[in-house]
């Protein structure tokens, strides 16, 4: 009888020669390499329709995908749809789509399922459950022209539309009429699902029939959750992860590597101009002069950001007004504009997060925090854990004075952040300017480029003049890697798996 260690030995030989000589199927097979990244909050949901939530997305995008997506440096690429859409009239777009695609459970990536996905995202925004109306309030419906043809249609004209199309992940057919797909996270992209320990971490594997290029190089990927800087470091350092968000930058040296991009984060805070301390424009204004933004982008985050030009828009982003620049830092004015308003003493409430999602937030608010009270108020700064902060910043009904949001322009285009947050009646605004909402509606309807360019120019113009934000920084994306990997950072800051490797 052969001994069991004969039996291995004569296994391994054969491995290894199969190995040298090639296998016809291996470039399909899934790769036994395993990388963990940690995340500095944990998804709220892993229905791609419901919320607007980075963990969501980190993981989601793996999964998911969408009919137009983006090059690495930010160009529009066609992904589910085989080409770029056709605008059939002001409010139609048509576009043809990839054959041969499925979903992780088998069924047939077509018309229907785009149809499927639209639909569900104008009747859950319709509903008022979803947090991506910013993104998708002009979405009416759709109709299957064939099996690969599918008209998109818009309640009015939307210039938006294609960059739109980069941010909608397309669904099953069948999963048309779920209210939470959280328990069923089947998309068309290059990882599955495997399981979702709450609190812990969410675990996917390579899919092996990956219709662009077969499994990626990573073979399973587990996501944790560090909320706290010092410790996602640790665990690096210790070899227990390979990719780790939000690097605090006075440590980017002491990773085994750091990568870094410059972001669309742009860390704002939302004043209240309606109600409360903030409703007067001058405490508005004080609250602007008296934050000194170049020591925060120098000291706090290394030289890892720039200031922002009193507004939210990247300068590559259609519609930055080059003519607007940052307050300047002048806390004696600011002080004087708080007493003159009769409010030195009193207190504002501002609201961020305790997660650790963005890069130094409390950090940053804690700063923010110091100076406003140099300024003679009295801060009343609230930190709640993710989820109850997401209630508040899209809370219309019950507005704080101030409200912090990293606000990232995650389609590239200016509409995606006027529509939520400087136009009134957007799920994270905090005014009720008509004139400003106008415009904003007006540069989403237009379809000529110059037209919205000077029309977001003015609507940025009028919110600088009205002080209806805190404008902060620009911060780079920072991230750190073990010495394995190899990883470029996107311009549009998602962490696809599928463009990273590891040794």
């Not at 690495?72 to 139609?92: E, M, Y």
């Not at 980017?252 to 301390?277: C, K, M």
């Not at 004087?336 to 997060?353: P, S, W, Y």
């Not at 209630?391 to 949001?405: I, K, M």
Request: aromatic share 8%; with cysteine; hydrophobic share 40%.
């Amino acid at each position: 009888m052969i001994k069991m260690s004969r039996l291995v030995a004569l296994f391994c030989a054969f491995a290894l020669i199969t190995t040298a000589c090639g296998d016809d199927s291996s470039d399909d097979a899934a790769s036994d390499v395993s990388i963990v990244i940690a995340l500095g909050s944990e998804p709220t949901s892993l229905d791609p329709h419901l919320v607007d939530d980075g963990g969501e997305r980190a993981v989601n995008d793996n999964i998911y995908e969408t009919l137009l997506s983006r090059a690495s440096n930010g160009d529009l690429v066609p992904s589910l749809a085989a080409g770029f859409p056709t605008r059939l009239s002001d409010t139609t777009w048509q576009f043809k789509l990839r054959d041969g695609v499925s979903f992780h459970n088998g069924e047939a990536f077509n018309a229907a399922s785009v149809v499927a996905s639209v639909n569900r995202m104008a009747r859950l925004i319709e509903e008022g459950v979803s947090d991506l109306e910013g993104f998708f309030a002009s979405l009416s419906g759709a109709e299957a022209v064939d099996d690969s043809t599918v008209n998109i249609s818009t309640a009015e004209p939307d210039g938006v539309l294609p960059s739109r199309m980069y941010w909608l992940k397309i669904i099953p057919a069948s999963a048309e009429a779920s209210s939470d797909l959280s328990g069923s996270v089947v998309g068309t992209g290059p990882y599955k699902f495997v399981d979702w320990t709450r609190g812990e971490s969410v675990n996917l594997e390579a899919n092996t029939d990956y219709w662009d290029g077969g499994a990626p190089s990573v073979g399973d990927v587990k996501y944790r959750f560090i909320s706290e800087s010092g410790s996602r470091l640790a665990g690096l350092l210790s070899g227990d992860y390979d990719v780790i968000t939000n690097l605090n930058p006075g440590d980017a040296s002491s990773a085994p590597q750091a990568a870094t991009a410059l972001g669309q984060e742009h860390p704002i805070l939302i004043l209240d101009a309606d109600e409360g301390i903030t409703a007067d424009r001058n405490v508005r204004l004080a609250l602007n002069l008296a934050v000194d933004t170049d020591t925060i982008a120098d000291s706090l985050f290394s030289g890892f950001a720039s200031v922002d030009q009193g507004q939210i828009l990247s300068p590559s982003i259609l519609g930055y007004n080059e003519a607007i620049k940052a307050y300047p830092y002048d806390p004696e004015r600011a002080a004087q504009l708080i007493n003159d308003a009769g409010v030195a003493g009193e207190t504002i409430t501002l609201v961020g997060e305790s997660s650790g999602r963005w890069l130094l937030d409390a950090e940053l608010l804690q700063a923010v925090a110091g100076y406003w009270e140099d300024a003679g108020l009295v801060v009343d700064l609230q930190l709640p854990e993710f989820g109850a902060y997401i209630g508040v910043l899209f809370d219309r009904e019950n507005r704080r004075d101030a409200v912090f949001v990293s606000s990232s322009n995650d389609i590239l285009d200016a509409d995606r952040q006027f529509s939520s947050y400087y136009e009134a009646g957007g799920i994270g605004s905090s005014n009720t300017d008509a004139e400003l909402a106008d415009l904003i509606d007006a540069g989403r309807r237009e379809v000529d480029d110059a037209v919205r360019a000077g029309l977001y120019q003015k609507a940025s113009q009028i919110a600088y003049d009205e002080a209806y934000f805190v404008w902060l920084i620009n911060n780079e994306d920072i991230y750190g890697l073990s010495a394995r990997m190899s990883w470029q950072p996107r311009a549009d800051s998602k962490l696809l798996v599928k463009e990273m490797s590891a040794s």
